[in-house]
DNA sequence: ACAATCAAATTGTATATACAAGTAAACACA
DNA sequence: TGTGTTTACTTGTATATACAATTTGATTGT
């Protein structure tokens, strides 16, 4: 053991080194692993010791183990791309800009066919209705529409949200367990042209977003970003973000 | 235990009791969770079982464990919103579709400056440049445009993509450890329109990807959906506190 | 009342042991 | 040659035990 492996317990020890050994290319993908014996004599250590640290490193997708087989190095396996949605004020923050937003609308009112559709719920029940438009340097990047369930969110409208976004305040209060987006290219309409301060024909990107808490409908919002000013982006490393 | 829980170990027995309760609501976040001597005799089990069950679901994000102070049910802040992007191939398969493509280029050629700085390579190196249209039922969906390092993929332009696609098969033969992707909102030139036999105007996604292998840039792709006919979505993955 | 100490509870790590279950190669036998 | 059988190896699960480290609350002493 060197010296720079102090202070970590015996079975990270053996999780290191052979992440190591895969990320520098020492171990290919399909490569075989020291069998847990193999490695318990390796580092003095008993097999249990050495089952936790390949335990691990299958349960974090770095290899695959198959009884009376053996351990071996996973495939990596990138298949699913992910990108990550951050509030628009964590993203106007990251790169320094200056956020702020205009409340446009904000109060409670009797839910449409088609939105009582995407939050089944019935035509006419009472939900909290809210457009804001976000700015980064007085520049609109965001028109941000958002119908919340009274059931989940009873005090929504009482909330103060110069200080908290809408999405925090949310996240902070009802169990989100479950979320869908929906990505599409749209030309808006002109309503939200003008405040989004965009060109006719200028395409946006509309993203659509459901959230249920415990099985109800907890908000669909409808998020639109100019095209020409906002992008969309992530970076992944190995499945983590 | 139930019949229904034979053939689980007890270990799982143990989590998936733990996650239904959670799940449910009769645990909420930031709820103690038996101790593992608890639990152990609960399941007339060994503390080490137990130990290996609040283990696996810490790891998993589930419950959070506080040394000489006991568990508790984790948070759960999905504050990271991910989009999962699928391979177009995928998605149509999932419909049922009928897909097929047509190859518009594929050949060797010089990197443009352009190019040659988002790949992280000198103007003028060779690189295998390849363009498809894929459709669904003779319907363009996706324009996909790719630029593959040959130092990454050397036999590309043998490969026989009518069986496999290029990403799989780049997934297949390269380590792709890292990837970028980009999204926005663009009305695309008229040369792509005609293979999208789209109208003049219309909004398109264009979904740009960069992937690394071994900190060089493997591939760098453009792919562009019809905005009015293709939509991005993907799910929530449960976050760590 | 305050501070130091102690005890109990809890999680974290490590070990030795045991047996089950699956795989693959060597082997024995017809 | 072909076919079961055995054997060796590997991973999977479970247990009992031990001690370390941390936190919390109770106890004790001043």
Redesign the interface.
């Known amino acids: 053991m060197s010296s720079f492996e102090k202070g970590f317990a015996i079975y990270e020890r053996i999780k290191i080194s052979i992440r190591e050994k895969i990320d520098s290319?020492i171990l290919?993908?399909g490569d075989r692993i020291l069998s847990e014996v193999e490695l318990a004599n390796l580092f003095n250590a008993s097999r249990m010791t050495a089952n936790r640290a390949l335990k691990?490193l299958t349960?974090e997708g770095r290899i695959i183990r198959i009884q009376g087989v053996g351990s071996f190095v996973a495939k990596?396996?990138?298949?699913?791309?992910?990108?990550?949605?951050?509030s628009i004020a964590e993203e106007i923050a990251k790169w320094g800009g200056v956020h702020s937003s205009d409340m446009i609308l904000f109060k409670e009112e009797s839910v449409s066919k088609n939105i009582a559709g995407k939050m089944d719920i019935n035509a006419g029940d009472r939900v909290f209705h809210s457009i804001f438009v976000h700015k980064d340097e007085d520049i609109p990047v965001q028109y941000s529409e958002r119908f919340i369930n009274p059931r989940v969110a009873p005090k929504y409208l009482e909330q103060d949200f110069t200080k908290m976004t809408p999405s925090e305040y949310l996240?902070e209060i009802a169990?989100?367990?479950?979320?869908?987006?929906?990505?599409?290219?749209?030309?808006p309409k002109k309503a939200i042209q003008k405040l989004l301060q965009i060109k006719h024909?200028e395409?946006?990107?509309s993203l659509k977003?459901r959230t249920w808490s415990?099985d109800l409908v907890a908000t669909y919002s409808i998020l639109i970003?100019p095209?020409s000013k906002?992008?969309?982006?992530?970076?992944?490393?190995?499945g983590k973000?």
């Open positions: 290319g290919k993908p691990e349960a990596s396996k990138p298949e699913v791309a992910l990108l990550e949605i951050k996240l169990a989100i367990q479950e979320s869908e987006h929906t990505i599409e290219a749209i030309i024909g395409p946006c990107i977003r415990f970003y095209g906002y992008k969309l982006s992530g970076k992944i490393r190995r973000i």
